[in-house]
């Protein structure tokens, strides 16, 4: 197979790994990729949001699955200009993809499926905002109806910071989405589908907050890990019954399937599992740490929901192992991120045992890696116990230098039991 995946971060460098594994694929090309994916795929400077462009390099390249790694690209059409030349295309249309570009859509869509979820209040004045904070009370959960990049929820007791954020998104010609608060541990759970047969991955936790013990702003993700001690046995089952199927058979009844990766963000709050948002596309860091543990190929998985063939596959096969991810984000991020740092130590640390070194924004100038982004590298370590694969991508973290530079350090702390 020759494959063709469009992005160019961390969770894209995943793929990207994950495919060089699997002994079906031939060719791994990226478009446009960045520094790291380079030395393991062919990769290509087009423009990612570009359908046509996608499209023709598909075409030239002869690809016969092409993977969107990013929601931009979904959310702009570019699955639909690859299926339209008759391309395989792992990712959902433009109209499915609504499910994460607008929150207010996603709502709509939980609502009618009967799935659990935060309360809403969809709000396109002030007025409105102001009558449902007073409503919602606070905890304030205040989010831009439309893509962020992670970056346009706030949460926050304080009403005026709520109200700026309203207003902020407001004066930008969004809608703005009010919502109860939800409390309890958040868990990503995702799963492939065809637009009918749902197959879920395994949970992975992601944690959002910039510095250790969860303070500080929230970011892209600071870093994942997989499996969860500690979450209920029955958790997936139930989130394939009571989200993830009800789902994406209500996208089918609508005429506008969802085909491709549905991303469920849980809350396991004190009243039972919510929805706390749906991506379209796989998490960012959590794929670093799901793809890590699987065995079966991810090529027939991919391939299988691209092409309505999902109920033909056999079971997946998981390794016991742990894994866990470790983002090391520029100095300045999330706010500002200062790009240019030359970064090294990249060849040491993706020699410790169990560990791949994931690049996100990176770029080569002459001979030397440097910075090109907030989220800079994600650094896995895979291991027999949450502790050892801990252990080793701390080590491997350690190993590198970007000054500057920042990452948590108590990412699986707690769960490994540390
Ligand atoms: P979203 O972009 O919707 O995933 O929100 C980003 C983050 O904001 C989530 O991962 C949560 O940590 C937080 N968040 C979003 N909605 C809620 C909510 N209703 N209650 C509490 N926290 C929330
Ligand atoms: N890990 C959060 C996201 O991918 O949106």
Redesign the pocket.
């Given at each position: 197979m020759i494959a063709l995946i469009v992005g160019s971060g961390a969770r894209e460098h995943a793929l990207v790994r994950a495919l060089r594994r699997d002994t079906q694929v031939n060719e791994v090309h990226v478009a446009p990729g960045n520094a790291g994916i380079a030395s393991d795929a062919q990769v290509h400077a087009i423009d990612p949001l570009d359908g046509e462009a996608v499209a023709d390099l598909a075409a030239a390249i002869g690809a016969d699955l092409v993977i969107i790694g990013p929601e931009a690209p979904l959310v702009a059409g570019v699955a639909d200009a690859v299926r339209a030349r008759g391309i395989a295309c792992f990712g959902p249309s433009a109209e499915a993809a609504r499910l994460e570009g607008s929150?207010a859509f996603a709502k709509e869509v939980m609502a009618a499926a009967g799935v659990p979820t935060?309360r809403p209040a969809v709000c396109a004045t002030l007025a409105e905002v102001e009558a449902a904070l007073d409503d919602l009370g606070a905890?304030y959960?205040v989010?831009d109806d439309g893509l962020?990049a992670?970056k346009?929820?706030v949460?926050t007791d304080d009403r005026a910071a709520a109200l700026a954020h309203a207003r902020a998104c407001l004066d930008a010609g969004s809608q703005v989405v009010l919502?109860?608060?939800?409390?309890g541990p958040?868990v990503s759970l995702f799963a492939v589908t065809d637009g009918v047969t749902v197959v879920p991955l395994r949970p992975a936790q992601?944690f959002?907050r910039v510095g250790d013990g969860d303070s500080g702003p929230?970011t892209g993700g600071m870093g994942s890990y997989s499996p969860l001690p500690w979450s209920p046995a029955d958790l997936v089952d139930e989130t394939m019954r009571t989200v993830l199927q009800p789902t994406v058979d209500e996208m089918r009844r609508r005429g506008t399937p969802f085909a491709g990766l549905l991303y469920a963000?849980l809350?396991l709050t004190s009243k039972g599992l919510r929805v706390?948002?749906y991506n379209c596309r796989f998490g960012d860091p959590e794929t670093q740490v799901v793809l890590a543990r699987l065995d079966s190929p991810l090529s027939s998985l991919l391939l299988a929901a691209a092409t309505g063939t999902l109920a033909d596959l056999p079971p997946l096969q998981w390794s016991d192992d742990a894994a866990v991810c470790v983002v090391i984000a520029a100095e300045g991020y999330p706010e500002s991120p200062v790009t240019g740092g030359v970064i090294t130590g990249l060849a040491d640390a993706d020699a410790v045992e169990g560990v791949d070194v994931l690049h996100a924004g990176t770029r080569a100038e002459g001979a030397e890696i440097v910075a090109s982004g907030g989220r800079v590298l994600s650094v896995v370590g895979r291991g027999a116990t949450l502790a050892e694969a801990r252990e080793r991508a701390y080590a491997a973290v350690a190993l590198i230098d970007l000054p500057g530079a920042h990452h948590r350090s108590d990412i699986a702390a707690r769960a490994a039991g540390q």
């Open positions: 929150k935060a905890p959960v989010k962020a992670g346009g929820v949460v919502e109860e608060y939800l409390d958040e992601d959002k929230n963000g809350a706390v948002e």
